[in-house]
Nanobody
Framework: QVQLVESGGGLVQPGGSLRLSCAASGSIFSRYAVGWYQQAPGKERELVATVAAVASGGSTYYPDSVKGRFSISRDNAKNTVYLQMNSLKPEDTAVYYC????????WGQGTQVTVSS
């Protein structure tokens, strides 16, 4: 069974940066499309970044809300996926989760990102 463990969240001021990490066990991330998902208070979970499987070229996709500010990457040797978040805004405040894209693993605990002055 795949286990996902997210880390790296925290409190940051507007304009700041964070790097989130997602470590997977029980599967090999590089074989699949993987995504980072954001769930803000009172809202549904939504995809904010995805990277295709290595065999499919590893292309990335971001919605307009984070394009140019967020960047997803992999470390295949560590079976880990990262989300570099720059120029953070208060509206980025949410719990961030990783999963396959489309999601098919049990959700991890997520990591809280709070953007506030």
């Amino acid at each position: 069974q795949v286990q996902l463990v997210e880390s790296g969240g925290g409190l940051v001021q507007p304009g700041g940066s964070l790097r989130l990490s997602c470590a997977a066990s029980g599967s090999i991330f590089s074989r699949y499309a993987v995504g980072w998902y954001q769930q803000a208070p009172g809202k549904e979970r939504e995809l904010v970044a995805t990277v295709a499987a290595v065999a499919s070229g590893g292309s990335t996709y971001y919605p307009d809300s984070v394009k140019g500010r967020f960047s997803i990457s992999r470390d295949n040797a560590k079976n880990t996926v990262y989300l570099q978040m720059n120029s953070l805004k208060p509206e980025d405040t949410a719990v961030y989760y990783c999963n396959f894209n489309p999601p098919r693993a049990r959700w991890g605990q997520g990591t809280q990102v709070t953007v506030s002055s």
